[in-house]
């Protein structure tokens, strides 16, 4: 067994919703059923008994060794508690040749799993160890080191609750949710609305003391102090009992509490700046640790927390009662986990010490042993949920605290003996207010209820019906896909909204180009959604990204399929037939948002037949109204077709009547495959609500010059002689192209052409077969890249497409496509038409320009 290629899937694609990794896997001949390795599946299951069933994807099917690392690959995350269910392997055209696709959580957690499961079964084969609980610990060890912390997963969790799409921007808590010009975004539970400056506050815990006395807010008083005597002297300022800690800490480093004399003064000093340089005493408030969290203008969670401790048994040591409590699976080395291990480190050795204790000491039977002056659960404190017994006052105070420092979401650390009573009438106080404050507490108490905390700072982020999304258009097919994205947008923006457009010639915000070449992928897609000024996006989709990395999106409010023809890039990738193209492009199809609408072509069947996989609506266009489109206008559908000299939107007893004379995309209706283009687009336009004068106005002012639709029909007059410049690159689009052309005028026709090395042969003597039907004039020339074809070798297939023309009178090969152009320029006379299908679009549209503006 050999696994070729690796491809990680981060977005909906050709097998699933769920993010995959897809593995090419080739397997021998004894290797294709496991019946044929004896003991194989025996020896394997030994090695990880916890492994499922083998699952081919129909009865015919045997278990080859590529299923076997599908399922191995699978249950390896699931033992090690990641939330995967989907994997898959497929058969391709190759004999002994698979593809394998295996959902995974977290993209370095699958590429592990596949690399153990290969493992797994070498072993198996070679009869050889495989350490399998080493492997599920590498696992969730690497899972745990790399997901999202309780916080942010919580926050997260919500937000895909509501439907919000989010995206993580870095391998920390930096988390996008939405789009474009509705994205927010949070850095574990920092909002982008919480304030550097507020966030400063609090770390300076006694300016944060200023403020809170100046609100209102009950506060133990103290300030900072610059020597150990300096200490003693604020002390007795406040009066004993007091708190000696660094004025900037955090996580209770450097604490020491409830100290009485000079001598534990002076230590507490010298014991906080071993952590930091500024110190400051504060008078010693009595009872409970409280944290409230304020969301908002709401208090949303409120909890007791206890500092880490043991409970003596008379028997065992301090060490060993540790070692025992961090045995509770609650309990983990970092965030992951909803409690910490408790750590026996300096700080605990120090305030043993203080108890007259060490790590060997044995306690006394129900003696309580404090581990840490705080009660951190970053440090192996607990929590016990306490929203419900909190007063309406002390409510108000937390509240008032998170306003005065001017955080979002804060977290209010307390002293008191209850939260039922005033803190003012127990002599309780606000300690701290800390920013980014930690969840875990509240979303899994070590007693109590868990409190939806995620969803509150969500629904702070949110209004109610909000779900951060933006319009989105997919546009995918055969030929026309850049035309259609570029109106489509162009529709947008005469709505007044700032449209993001992603196509072959790059990407455009609000009509800027802001990155150049083919970006018709995913990861421009993207790019797009993070853009803050965008308010829709309308992206080219186009087959290699889906098949490399999947969509860009989890999904789409319109989904338009031009059509599905010959020659776009068949036999690579093993996409093979039209067929197999027609489930790629469908991928757009079924990822159409429940409320959303696919746009298929009503007259190619290829399109039509993917209207059973949309989960929304369908609108189809075409020419002319056909059998498919009847049955589904009588069903009350919508359709978009071509009646005489306009384009007719109907549904139900709706119909409207769009000119195309006021279209000169489409040169008074006379260029088919531009009727097909704006058809599209209006139907598109039609599902997303856009005003129909706006719709018009922005049919009549988009055209094919070179500027607004780079090689996309481009007309030039070159001295009385018409010039196109095109991409067209297929043969359904050359067909196209001279079905255009026919209804033009011309005394001779020339075309100059080339072709892409990367399409299969026949496609290549396809077009050539079609150019010597409908052209007297034929310049070949070679593109700048063969994409793997020898010099020579694709000019060689077009000539055997060109052996019997019936028209072509004129042959010229020429090398580079530039002298290709200038030596069909100087056969042109006026009256006579010129057919360019450019390679390089924007060197050659200006090298044709430059030519003409020298002949004017």
């Known amino acids: 067994m050999e696994i070729s290629r690796i491809r990680t899937l981060r977005g909906p694609n050709l097998w699933s919703r769920h993010t995959s990794i897809e593995t090419v896997v080739t397997c021998d001949e004894p290797e294709l059923s496991i019946t044929n390795l004896p003991g194989f599946e025996t020896r394997l299951r030994e090695r990880f008994p916890a492994l499922g069933m083998f699952g081919p994807q129909s009865l015919e099917e045997t278990v080859s060794l590529a299923h076997v690392l599908e399922t191995a690959a699978l249950w390896l995350q699931a033992q090690a508690g990641c939330p995967v269910t989907f994997s898959r392997t497929t058969p391709t055209p190759e004999a002994g040749v698979y593809q394998v696709a295996v959902e995974y959580s977290q993209e370095e957690v699958g590429r592990l799993a596949v690399e153990l499961a290969e493992q797994l079964i070498q072993s198996a084969l070679k009869d050889e160890p495989f350490d399998c609980g080493a492997a599920l610990r590498q696992i969730r060890e690497l899972d745990e080191d790399i997901r999202l912390g309780p916080s942010t997963g919580s926050i997260v969790d919500a937000a895909v609750m509501r439907g919000i799409p989010y995206r993580r921007l870095t391998s920390g808590s930096l988390v996008q949710f939405g789009w474009g010009s509705k994205q927010r975004r949070i850095q574990a539970a920092e909002t982008d609305i919480s304030s550097a400056i507020a966030e400063s506050i609090a770390q300076d815990k006694e300016l944060t003391k200023k403020l809170l006395h100046a609100g209102g807010v009950p506060v133990p008083m103290g300030r900072p102090v610059s020597d150990a005597d300096d200490a003693w002297a604020a002390a007795q300022e406040v009066g004993v009992p007091v708190v000696v800690k660094p004025l900037d800490g955090n996580q209770g480093k450097g604490v020491s509490v409830n100290l009485f004399s000079k001598e534990q003064v002076v230590a507490g000093y010298e014991f906080a700046r071993s952590f930091r340089r500024n110190i400051m005493v504060e008078r010693y408030l009595p009872g409970h640790d409280f944290r409230m969290l304020v969301v908002g203008d709401k208090l949303v969670a409120a909890a007791r927390r206890e500092p880490p401790h043991v409970i003596g048994d008379g028997e065992h040591t301090i060490r060993q009662l540790v070692d025992t409590v961090n045995l509770d699976p609650q ?10 291990k408790i750590r026996l480190d300096e700080i605990a050795l120090g305030i043993l010490a203080k108890q007259d204790m060490t790590v060997d000491s044995v306690p006394a039977k129900g003696a309580r042993v404090i581990l840490r002056n705080n009660a951190n659960l970053s440090t192996g404190g607990t929590a016990t949920d306490v929203t419900d017994d909190v007063h309406p006052e002390v409510a108000a105070r937390a509240v008032e605290a998170a306003r005065m420092i001017g955080l979002d979401v804060c977290g209010i650390d307390a002293l008191a003996e209850t939260l039922q009573r005033p803190l003012e009438e127990q002599n309780g106080g606000v300690v701290e207010v800390n920013a980014a404050p930690g969840l875990r507490m509240h979303l899994s108490p070590s007693f109590g209820k868990g409190r939806d905390v995620g969803k509150a700072i969500v629904d702070s982020m949110f209004a109610d019906g909000e779900n951060g999304r933006i319009p989105v258009v997919a546009v995918t097919g055969t030929n026309g896909k850049t035309t259609t994205v570029r109106l489509t947008a162009h529709m947008l923006t005469a709505n007044g909204l700032r449209t993001g457009m992603t196509n072959t010639d790059g990407i455009y915000v609000q009509g800027q180009r802001i990155d150049t070449g083919d970006c018709s992928g995913p990861r421009s897609a993207r790019n797009v959604l993070m853009h803050p000024d965008v308010d ?28 599905i023809g010959m020659g776009d890039h068949l036999g690579l990738n093993y996409i093979n037939t039209v067929e197999d193209l027609a489930r790629v492009k469908q991928i757009i199809v079924r990822n159409v948002a429940p409320n959303g609408m696919a746009v298929l072509n009503g007259a190619d069947p290829h399109s039509a037949r993917m209207a059973s996989a949309c ?9 002319e109204l056909n059998a498919v489109m009847a049955e589904h206008m009588a069903q009350g559908g919508r359709v978009v077709y071509r ?6 939107a109907r549904e139900g007893k709706f119909e409207l009547r769009l000119p195309l004379v006021q279209m000169p995309l489409t040169m008074n209706g006379t260029i088919p495959f531009q009727v097909d283009n704006a058809m599209a687009a209006i139907a ?31 007309l030039f007059n070159y001295k009385g002689a018409t010039i196109v410049a095109d991409y067209g690159h297929n043969p359904d689009a050359i067909a196209a192209l001279a079905q255009a052309l026919a209804v033009m005028p011309a005394k001779k026709r020339a075309i100059v052409i080339s072709g892409a090395g990367d399409r299969r042969d026949e496609d290549i003597m396809m077009q050539g077969k079609i150019v010597g039907q409908h052209f007297d004039d034929v310049m070949l020339y070679e593109d700048a890249c063969q994409r793997g074809r020898q010099d020579g070798e694709v000019i060689g297939l077009f000539r055997k497409g060109l052996k019997d023309a019936p028209r072509a009178t004129y042959i010229e090969e020429i090398r580079g496509e530039f002298l290709a152009i200038d030596k069909a320029l100087a056969r042109l006379k006026s009256g006579d038409l010129c057919l360019i299908l450019v390679d390089q679009v924007e060197e050659a549209l200006a090298h044709i320009a430059q030519r003409v503006a020298e002949a004017a």
């Not at 039609?686 to 094919?704: I, P, Q």
Request: charged share 20%; hydrophobic share 45%; net charge negative.
């Open 536 to 563: 829709a996006a309308v992206f080219e989709t186009a087959r290699g990204g889906m098949l490399r990395e999947g969509l860009g999106f989890d999904r789409c409010d319109v989904a338009i399929v031009t059509n």
């Open 331 to 340: 309990r983990g080395d970092g965030h992951a986990t909803s409690l910490t």
């Open 684 to 714: 598109a336009a039609w599902a997303l609500g856009l005003n129909w004068d706006r719709v018009m106005e922005a049919l009549g002012t988009f055209s094919t010059d070179s500027e607004t639709a780079p090689g996309r029909f481009n």
């Open 643 to 648: 009646d005489g000299d306009a384009i007719v």
């Open 615 to 623: 989960p929304g609506a369908v609108t189809y266009f075409a020419t």
